[in-house]
C-alpha cells in the first residue's frame, strides 16, 4: 500500500511539472525580430503613464509587482493575465492599456497609453 501511494505521488508531481513548463501568456507571433515593452502594475497604477514602441512586432509583458493584474490594449488581441507575455504587430497609433482584473477601489484608474510611432 505504501509503495502504491509513493507512486501516484511521483506521478502527479511529474504530470504537474509537466503542465507547467512553457510560455507564460499568449503569443501569436513566433518572430524573434521584436521590440519588447514592460508593464508594471501595482495597486491601482501602472509603472508609466504612456509607453513608447516603433511600428512592427511588438511583445507587451506585463509583471505584477503588487496585487494581481491583466491588461488588455484596446484596438488589439493583447490579452494578458497575471504575468505574461503576448507578441502582436501593430500600426502606428495610441493605444489605450487598462486593467483587465477587478483589483479594488482604484481599478477603474489603472490607464496607460502604448504610443506606437
Known sequence: M???MIFILLSTILFLTGCGGGNEGSTN???TDTNTVTI???DWKFDKDEYKV???KVTI???NEQGYHGIKID???VDISGDGSFTTTLEPGEY???CSIMCGTGHDDMI???IVE
Open 2 to 4: 505504501r509503495i502504491r
Open 29 to 31: 507571433s513566433d518572430s
Open 40 to 42: 508594471v502594475a501595482s
Open 54 to 56: 516603433p511600428a512592427g
Open 61 to 63: 509583458k506585463l509583471s
Open 75 to 77: 484596438g488589439t488581441d
Open 96 to 98: 489605450r492599456i487598462w
Open 112 to 114: 496607460s497609453y502604448l
